[in-house]
């Protein structure tokens, strides 16, 4: 008998967190009789590459649990059965009792080939009438699984479970807003069976919590027949409170309504600066720098006492030049339009360190994914300056995976696809308009899209990157897998560092700056030693998507304990912004992160002084996302030049307090609610914790408003954020 499990309530089995594995791929372990005697227990929450299975492409699980009849008696639902297994990297098929009851992704040996499909949630439903259910007996759950990629494996936290649907759990409700601007709200339910139940709506003030007006509604919902409430008159800076109550169980399904509402007060026309006063460049390397001023165009700049080697564009601010000799240099900037005129004092630092604030600016590889091209890159580069975001300090241009050609040139140096017809001249352009050029590549054979890597080839790339003007790398870790997989030192995390250091090397060899930015997913605690490979920022963490949920894991999960090893100059870098059109293809889509959730991304991605690289196309920026995108005393915190990364100070349930001291002394300071349902949080009640006696002032960060000192009670949305800076 291997693993079992045992009865929770009628209709959940409860949940099974370990199975019986062995490595290698044989159709035979599908088979209900199959000798188990040599597979060992394995923890099936988390990946296997976490549980000493390195380098292994197949793999079987198996589990025995018992199926009661009694799962399915009284149910709206006797006729099936749920098999809920999580996420599986990459393909898996599963058998039950010997026969295939489902498959997610393609096996290499498939008509199709290999298809990755980690992130798909594996639910597969076997109907009660199956003969391959033994009700009340013992039933093997087998598993094969394809792994494409490193980590590898069964891994859902919560366990495996087998379930039975109620009606109710096929119940959503969704809004939107009409052409006339009212909203409308639907009742859908995944099932043909009708649902009969009442919706309440309540108005909802964002910023107060104060309920404006409340409605209920009888309705009735089927898969062909949703119910559907519409017309409903809301006032600006407001959102719908919805929740449908079943009749029969007297169970609820809450949602609320996801109006984009900007917070962002418009920008003054005259001229503002708007990014941190100072910048990091090694001695001879060339300045490519653009002052981040935003502000009516035409604006002239000018500078009386630039430092000798230094020019400034006059049009757009771009900053170029070099400086030979080591040291601070100190000017004033000057920016004028009809409006007005601004000046702020900027000091250069000529020295080892560079990055002394997080990088801020754009990467193809949330929208593009492979599919990014020249064009798309000079769109969303041109976008960055006539939309504004160069105004704030967005000003790297970095190109994902999928722009190497299938083969190197015979000298062995790295060529181009057809997709990129020239990096020098790209280079130059972006240099041109005091913007910076970023680049991918992977220490393997291979980087993840399958295109070539800089194995064997390092310096010769790092000599490249230079002549093309990069600024920037993104190094892959990927296809080093495979290389790193056969190395005696693997369990070491001597293995882990060899190729990064390898490139840290040769990219210090190089006449000019290039910011290192380390990915490969938090392995081996790079955090521990990136700042020692010369590494500018390092992945702390997996690929992150448009979700709650995985913003949820990688934003505060992932990142709590981690502030001691950022500093300026080498950043934790939680992956890049999932706001805008988003897609990874040709097919783009608006995020899937309601307006809320993209306020606590951005607010928690300051507070954390992540790097701030935006991951959707540019040249289709939307109102609410560039003011997102676009607050400067938000950035602020991002860019303050003490460079101290927040820490999680509170976890209170479902509030989480997350802060950071800045440089005037000041400190920033994150409420977060990370639950379902709206709170109202009392700032005072967390004093003690945050090490606070009695507050100076209190600063609405992202409405740019100072709010009263006395009053620290805030309404807090559901997965939304206070955003505060304090003096105290
Ligand atoms: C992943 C990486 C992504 C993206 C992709 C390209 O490993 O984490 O951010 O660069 O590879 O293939």
């Not at 494409?148 to 495996?160: C, E, I, K, L, T």
């Not at 109006?259 to 001695?283: C, E, M, S």
């Not at 990219?507 to 490979?533: N, T």
């Amino acid at each position: 008998m291997g693993v079992g499990s045992v009865l929770a309530s009628p209709a959940q089995i409860s949940p099974i967190k370990s199975a019986l594995f062995s490595e290698g791929d044989d159709m035979k372990k599908a088979a209900p009789a199959y000798n188990e005697s040599g597979m060992r227990i394995i923890d099936i929450t988390r990946p296997w590459s976490d549980q000493n299975v390195n380098g292994v492409d197949y793999g079987w699980y198996r589990i025995h649990l018992n199926i009661p009849k009694s799962l399915v008696k009284g149910k709206d639902f006797a006729d099936f059965i749920q098999f809920n297994l999580g996420h599986i990297d990459d393909v898996d098929e599963v058998y039950l009792n010997g026969k295939l009851i489902g498959k997610t992704g393609g096996m290499p040996g498939d008509a199709g080939g290999y298809q990755s499909k980690w992130s798909v949630n594996r639910q597969y439903a076997v109907k009660s009438n199956d003969k391959a259910i033994n009700w009340d007996g013992d039933n093997v759950l087998a598993v094969r699984c394809y792994n494409g990629n490193d980590p590898g494996g069964m891994f859902n936290a919560q366990g495996v479970t087998i379930t039975v649907p109620e009606l109710i759990e096929g119940v959503s409700i969704t809004s939107g807003t009409g052409k006339n601007g009212k909203e409308t709200v639907t009742v859908n339910n995944r099932y043909d069976k009708a649902v009969k139940g009442t919706l309440s709506i309540e108005e909802v003030d964002n910023e107060t919590g104060k309920v404006l007006s409340q409605t209920t509604h009888k309705v009735s919902a089927s898969a062909s027949k949703p119910g559907v409430v519409s017309n409903l008159a809301t006032s600006p800076g407001s959102f719908l409170r919805l929740k449908f109550t079943d009749d029969r169980t007297g169970k609820d399904v809450i949602a609320r309504s996801h109006p984009k509402f900007i917070l962002t007060p418009a920008a003054p026309a005259a001229p503002r600066f708007n990014t941190a006063a100072i910048y990091g460049v090694r001695p001879g390397s060339p300045v490519h720098y653009r002052f981040g001023v935003s502000g009516e165009r035409p604006m002239t700049f000018s500078s009386t006492n630039l430092p000798e080697g230094l020019t400034i564009n006059p049009e757009n601010g771009a900053l170029s030049g070099s400086l030979a000799k080591r040291g601070d240099y100190t000017f004033t900037v000057k920016a004028t339009n009809a409006k007005g005129t601004a000046e702020q004092k900027f000091t250069i630092k000529v020295g080892d360190k560079i990055a002394l604030t997080p990088p801020m600016g754009w990467n193809s590889w949330n929208c593009w994914g492979l599919s990014v091209t020249q064009d798309r890159v000079v769109s969303s580069a041109q976008a960055l300056i006539d939309k504004g975001l160069a105004d704030y300090g967005y000003s790297y241009v970095n190109i994902d995976d999928a722009w190497e050609a299938p083969e190197r040139n015979p000298d062995g140096t790295i060529a181009v696809n057809e997709k990129f017809p020239s990096m020098k001249e790209l280079g130059d352009w972006l240099h041109g308009e005091g913007l910076k050029f970023g680049i991918y590549s992977s220490p393997g054979d291979l980087t993840c899209g399958c295109y070539l890597g800089s194995l064997d080839h390092e310096l010769q790339d790092a000599e490249t990157y230079n002549s093309w003007g990069i600024d920037y790398l993104k190094y892959d870790w990927c296809g080093y897998g495979k290389k790193h997989a056969l190395e005696p030192d693997r369990q070491v995390t001597s293995s882990y560092i060899r190729p990064y250091m390898l490139m840290g090397e040769y990219l210090r060899r190089q006449p000019r700056d290039i910011f290192y930015s380390l990915c490969q997913y938090g392995m081996a605690d790079v955090w521990k030693w990136g700042e020692m490979v010369d590494a500018n920022s390092w992945r702390t963490t997996g690929d992150i998507t448009d979700t709650w949920e995985s913003l949820y894991d990688i934003g505060f999960n992932r990142q709590a304990g981690l502030a001691p090893y950022a500093g300026p100059g080498h950043w934790n870098d939680p992956d890049m912004l999932i706001v805008g059109k988003v897609g990874w293809s040709d097919n783009l889509r608006d995020s899937r992160l309601t307006p809320d959730e993209q306020y606590t991304h951005i607010a928690l991605w300051s507070l954390l002084a992540s790097d701030m690289l935006i991951g959707c196309d540019l040249s289709q920026l939307d109102d609410f996302t560039i003011n997102l995108l676009c607050n400067n005393e938000v950035n602020a915190v991002n860019q303050d030049i003490l460079g101290i990364q927040a820490d999680r100070d509170v976890l209170d349930g479902d509030i989480q307090i997350w802060s950071r001291p800045l440089s005037d002394g000041s400190r920033a300071i994150g409420i977060f609610n990370v639950g379902t349902t709206d709170r109202n949080v009392n700032l005072a009640d967390y004093f003690k914790q945050l090490g606070i006696t009695k507050l100076q002032s209190v600063r609405d960060l992202w409405r740019q408003k100072d709010l009263s000192t006395s009053d620290t009670d805030y309404f807090i949305p559901s997965h939304g954020v206070k955003f505060l800076k304090v003096s105290l």
